[in-house]
């Protein structure tokens, strides 16, 4: 009953920037935690960024590029990129952990994805 669904991906030149966007709607009570991860073909996905309450925290490879934030009225998360490399190039997933009632530990949830290419 819960869904998080990404927008935002793209093609983009090296140096270029793109906008991501992860909505969860659905049987929600709160949100834990959101953040994306991402995975480049041959490659282990990763944590890209994570957001909660009271803090963030990013993979050393995008420090200083990319910034997430959060709108909790719309329990949506964002991630923006900037200079973006070649090395960028995956399908970023959202992930979230969202508990659907008061009495329940929160649980898992994944986007489907969004592809985003950078060209050089």
């Known amino acids: 009953q819960v869904q998080l669904v990404e927008s935002g991906g793209g093609l983009v030149q090296a140096g270029g920037s793109l906008r991501l966007s992860c909505a969860a709607s659905g049987s929600i009570f709160s949100i834990k935690l959101m953040g994306w991860y991402r995975q480049a073909p041959g490659k282990q996905r990763e944590l890209v960024a994570v957001i909660t309450s009271g803090s963030t925290d990013y993979a050393d490879s995008v420090k200083g590029r990319f910034t997430i934030s959060r709108d909790n009225a719309k329990n949506t998360v964002y991630l923006q990129m900037n200079s973006l490399k070649p090395e960028d190039t995956a399908v970023y997933y959202c992930?979230?952990?969202?508990?659907?009632?008061?009495?329940?530990?929160?649980?898992?949830?994944w986007g489907q994805g969004t592809q985003v290419t950078v060209s050089s």
């Open positions: 992930h979230s952990k969202i508990s659907r009632t008061f009495f329940e530990n929160p649980d898992d949830y």
